[in-house]
Every structure is written in structure tokens, then in C-alpha cells.
């Protein structure tokens, strides 16, 4: 459900928002000043921003581009409401809890074509769908329990037919839950799981009801409409940044740890090549080209959150996402 804290922090965000909102107005598109905010630190699944900076991609289009790391207690909505940031990366369940508040904060791309959200679970459980998670003990992060009920009910169950567990791969490994939540994005943190001499299984929030994109580019409504030029200048370096760290891993990974020194680049680069050979890159993209949204998904991911209640079941594709920037930025079919 929605906490009061989100709703009071959102609501408190938008009243600074009105009184700062002549700073996300265009003022020329000659060396704009841009704040990028990510959802998370500086790490491989930022590769493509990043790749845009250090190549001067930004700079090609006119862009002076900051980016901001996230982290745990990252709020990328309010960040963006509040005028912190005029872009910002963000997953499905925030833009849908700002949309359903009314609050004026749109997607206008996403860089991830499909959520990476996995459930691992070790050989010998013999867990082999959703259906096998009754009578078990889940484990996830306390932000992951609407996934957790809305993969449940795609599957004819409730979540009281499991006993929910905040918990890590540690957890999995140490026999304290049967299945846990992780990302096969993470390579570093998912690979006693990979290595597991029994073998592993592994159940898809997008192979189970919830096709979510991820890295979702947002910005407020009023930024769409009167800094689109802006913005779509900012699409296309992205593009042309992700292309170039999927066709050169390893110097985007040096990019990225240019960023940040705690990074460890081996694992970081392992990680990379799984972002971009599976959740950038798909038959999505080639049809369509990079960051592409679909409504009719849209409208499916939410009506999915709104059969649990977590949201108003007449909110549509149209309260969370504008198409007008992906349609005039030229992009890569890849």
C-alpha cells in the first residue's frame, strides 16, 4: 500500500515544486544546464548516462548534464517535483504511486526494456513456477511486497499462501527463506547462486504478470511541454551513450569508475553485458528503437497493480507516461 509518509513527502514536494518551477522552464537551447538524478549509485546500469557525459554526447546536443548518484534513500519523484533534478531514472511502482496521486511527474522513455526483478531459488527446493511458492517462505525487500502480491495473484494466489521474509541472497543461502528476490543485473551478488552445485531455478516478474520496464526516463509534466527540445536532445545522447558501451564494455566500465572508485570493474563489467545483451536491447528495440514504451503495457502493469489495490483502477498508460519525446527523438534500432 501506499505509506502516509510517501503520500505527506510527495504532497509537501509538489507545493516546492510550484515555487521552483521557473528553474525547469527553457531558457536557451545553447549550453542548457541539465540535473540528471539516478534511482541508484553510479554503476554499470547507469553506463549509457554516464558513457553520454564522458563522450560529450551531451555536449553535442547542447547540453551541460550533472549527474546526481542515488542510493538507498533516493526518492527520484520528489527529487524531480522539487526541482533537485529536471530528469531523473525511476522504477514502474513510484511513477505509478505519483500518478495516482495526481502528482505531474510523466515517463517519456525507459532505458531498460524489461524489468530485471528475479526470484531465485536453489535446486534441491524443486521450485519451478510461481504455483510451487505456496506454503513458502518468500524473501524480498519491504519495497518488493506489491510484486511479491501482484506475481501471487497472476498465479491464483494470495499472500497469505506465503510467508513473506525481508531478506537478501544471504537469506537463500543460509536456509532462511526458499526463494528470495534478486537481479540478474547483479552479477557480484548473485554468483554463490549461479555457482550452486544443485543447480538454481528462477521465476521473471516480466515472465509472471508484471512486464515492467525499468530505468524509466521521468520529468514533470510541465518540462515535457515546454522543454521538449531539451529533452529529446537528452534521449538521443543516451542512445548514442548506450551504444557505445555496448560495443565497448570495458571503456564504459573505466567511465563508470571514473564516477565512483567503489566499484569493483570486473564484476561491474560482467554485470554491463548482461544489462545490454538482455534488458536494453530486445526485439522491442529493434522494431521500435532505443527506450521504447508501449502503452498497451502500460495499461496492463497498471491494471495488475490496481486488481491488488495498491492503486486507483481508472488510472491509464496516459496518467504516467507522454509519448511526444520518443517520437521526435531520432533513434537507434538496435
Request: hydrophobic share 40%.
Amino acid at each position: 500500500m501506499i505509506s502516509r509518509r510517501f503520500l505527506l513527502t510527495t504532497a509537501g514536494m509538489l507545493g516546492i515544486a510550484c515555487a521552483v518551477a521557473a528553474t525547469l522552464n527553457p531558457a536557451s537551447a545553447e549550453d542548457k544546464q541539465v540535473k540528471l538524478q539516478l534511482a541508484w549509485l553510479y554503476n554499470a546500469a547507469s553506463a549509457g548516462e554516464i558513457v553520454a557525459l564522458k563522450k560529450g554526447y551531451f555536449a553535442e546536443k547542447g547540453l551541460e548534464v550533472e549527474i546526481l548518484p542515488g542510493g538507498p534513500g533516493s526518492n527520484t519523484v520528489q527529487e524531480t517535483l522539487s526541482g533537485v533534478a529536471h530528469i531523473a531514472t525511476t522504477y514502474a511502482p513510484e511513477i505509478m504511486y505519483a500518478g495516482n496521486q495526481g502528482l505531474p511527474i510523466k515517463t517519456f522513455g525507459a532505458a531498460f526494456q524489461k524489468a530485471p526483478l528475479t526470484f531465485y531459488s536453489l535446486g534441491e527446493a524443486n521450485i519451478k513456477s510461481v504455483a510451487d511458492w505456496k506454503g513458502k517462505r518468500i524473501g524480498a525487500g519491504q519495497g518488493a511486497t506489491a510484486q511479491v502480491k501482484a506475481v501471487l495473484d497472476h498465479s491464483g494466489l494470495k499472500f497469505e499462501d506465503v510467508t513473506f521474509i525481508q531478506a537478501q541472497v544471504p537469506g537463500l543461502l543460509q536456509g532462511q527463506v526458499d526463494v528470495v528476490a534478486s537481479w540478474p543485473t547483479n552479477v557480484a551478488q548473485n554468483a554463490p547462486i549461479l555457482s550452486h552445485a544443485g543447480g538454481y531455478n528462477t521465476q521473471s516478474i516480466w515472465d509472471n504478470g508484471l512486464q515492467f520496464q525499468s530505468n524509466y526516463y521521468i520529468a514533470r509534466q510541465d518540462t515535457i511541454e515546454g522543454d521538449s527540445d531539451m529533452l529529446t536532445k537528452f534521449l538521443e545522447a543516451c542512445d548514442k551513450g548506450w551504444a557505445y558501451a555496448a560495443d565497448h564494455p570495458e571503456e564504459a566500465i573505466d567511465m563508470v569508475a571514473s564516477m565512483s572508485g567503489a566499484i569493483e570493474k570486473d564484476k561491474e563489467l560482467a554485470s554491463l553485458k548482461v544489462i545490454v545483451s538482455d534488458f536494453i536491447y530486445t526485439d522491442e528495440t529493434r522494431e521500435h528503437g532505443f527506450a521504447n514504451v508501449s502503452k498497451d503495457r502500460w495499461n496492463a502493469t497498471l491494471q495488475a497493480y490496481a486488481k491488488i489495490g495498491e492503486i486507483k483502477p481508472e488510472l491509464g498508460a496516459d496518467d504516467v507516461f507522454d509519448d511526444r519525446i520518443l517520437k521526435a527523438a531520432q533513434r537507434t534500432k538496435r
